[in-house]
């Protein structure tokens, strides 16, 4: 299976710090997009990297791709009590559907 | 307009009831795809429509029925559900099939008594 896996499944922290979340996945891929999910609501797309870009940037978001290792990161620096959501990597190899992780739930205190 | 909407955003339903979720998109998007999510879980894949037709079927049982009216419009047409297909049900859209990002409406939230 693609399926990525985030880590931690769960991450609270106080409003202004930073928060790290990890997805790693098997397979190689076309690209990587992170997901925000507000509690019983629809999935936002946040960014998107390719596979031949090692960092990028929207914002307060940061995002790493490292395909030797198969991970990336997703950093939100400066949080905020908005930011409480679940996060979500989806993979994609091209002709095949997007895998999504299994999440990341982000308590963000204010 | 960058919006996927679902209609009803509640839905209760009996064992033997018949009833049917709409999603509508009007960002000319030609690929249209159903998800089923249960709480704490990732969305899970259920059917993908492209160019009015469907393209994947994951394996999803007869008692859901997808349909696509035209390029804007898709239905899931439920029938004989179990308590087991409770969930959040997502429709989303993309520019293309698979490719890059998707469209999320903010979902119907399924309760089967």
């Known amino acids: 299976s693609q399926q990525g896996e985030e880590d931690p499944q769960a991450l609270s922290i106080q409003e202004g710090e930073n928060a790290t979340m990890n997805c790693s996945y098997k397979?190689?891929?076309?690209?990587l997009q992170w997901y925000r999910q507000n509690s019983g609501r629809g999935l936002v797309h946040l960014i998107l990297?390719?596979?031949?870009?090692r960092e990028k940037h929207s914002g307060r978001l940061r995002v790493t791709l490292d395909t030797s290792k198969k991970s990336s990161s997703l950093l939100i620096t400066a949080s905020r009590a908005a930011d409480t959501a679940s996060y979500f990597c989806?993979?994609?190899?091209?002709?095949?559907?997007?895998?999504f992780g299994k999440g990341t739930r982000l308590s963000v205190i204010a | 307009d960058t919006e996927v909407t679902q209609t009803p955003k509640h839905l209760v339903m009996g064992m033997t009831n018949k009833k049917s979720l709409k999603c509508e998109q009007h960002?000319?998007?030609?690929?249209m795809y159903w998800y089923k999510q249960k709480a704490k879980k990732p969305p899970e894949l259920m059917f993908v429509y492209s160019y009015e037709k469907l393209s994947i079927n994951e394996s999803v049982p007869s008692r859901f029925s997808p349909e696509c009216p035209n390029s804007s419009l898709l239905n899931l047409h439920l029938h004989a559900l179990q308590p087991e297909d409770s969930a959040l049900y997502l429709c989303?859209?993309?520019?293309?099939?698979?490719?890059?990002?998707?469209?999320f409406g903010p979902g119907t939230r399924l309760t089967v008594l």
């Open positions: 989806a993979t994609w190899a091209g002709n095949t559907p997007l895998v």
């Open positions: 397979t190689s891929i076309n690209n």
């Open positions: 989303a859209s993309s520019q293309e099939t698979l490719t890059d990002t998707q469209y």
């Open positions: 960002m000319g998007h030609r690929a």
């Open positions: 990297i390719r596979s031949n870009e």
